[in-house]
């Protein structure tokens, strides 16, 4: 089945610092891609999604670009603030095509906590 | 806007307790998933249903039971609870494959 590998973190940042976190994966054919956002006490909330190769995600000032290159697909946003402070979680289709039922496989999380 | 609820959110059981965690949601999703999060781990699937009446087991299943006798409703049964089952339960629905999952606030248990 398709596998993802997420940075391990924690990631500490300060205000309006630049924010990059890595997600690679292996997969069969080209599956949709998804990052995910937990905010503290929270459920998870689907952030952004590229659904093929060269896509770009975008949601909140959060962007992901879909690399069949290097089977990446990682998270980068400018400008981070106080409230960008959660855990980002990248999923991917456990199987290729229309086997998966819309299960999903996750990385382990990234925490990231940003201070003023 | 209710999206997915789930019930309760806060457990303790004592070993060998049985419980039912809710799951409900008013989207009219024909996926349904229960997954479970343990400190550092992600998110392992426990079971699925792809519709009313169709359910099947995830990576993790041992020791639960489900049942899905509506499109809006997937309970999580567990029979006899185990330390090991001490987790944050979420809930989480998807209108096909490929549109992603809108997840409830999850219900967090503790075994003791």
């Known amino acids: 089945g398709n596998s993802v590998t997420q940075m391990e973190g924690p990631v500490t940042l300060s205000e309006e610092a630049f924010l990059t976190i890595n997600c690679t994966y292996t997969a069969t054919g080209y599956p949709s891609l998804f990052w995910y956002v937990q905010y503290p006490g929270e459920g998870l909330q689907l952030l952004l999604k590229a659904t093929k190769a060269d896509d770009k995600g975008s949601n909140k000032g959060f962007e992901a670009t879909y690399r069949k290159e290097t089977t990446s697909f990682h998270l980068e946003k400018g400008s981070v603030q106080v409230s960008d402070s959660a855990v980002y979680f990248c999923a991917l289709p456990v199987n290729a095509g229309g086997t998966s039922y819309g299960k999903l496989t996750f990385g382990q999380g990234t925490i990231l906590t940003v201070h003023p | 806007n209710a999206g997915v609820t789930q019930t309760p959110k806060f457990r303790i059981l004592k070993i060998g307790q049985s419980m039912t965690l809710q799951c409900t949601q008013d989207?009219?999703?024909?996926?349904m998933y229960w997954y479970r999060q343990d400190p550092g781990m992600g998110l392992k699937l426990i079971y699925y249903s792809v519709g009313a009446g169709i359910t099947d087991k995830g990576e993790v299943p041992n020791g639960y039971n489900v049942s899905r006798s509506t499109t809006e409703d997937f309970p999580l049964r567990l029979e006899l609870a185990a330390p090991s089952q001490t987790s944050v339960y979420f809930c989480a629905s998807s209108r096909d494959q490929g549109y992603g999952y809108t997840f409830g606030s999850g219900t967090r248990l503790t075994v003791v």
């Open positions: 989207m009219n999703h024909n996926y």
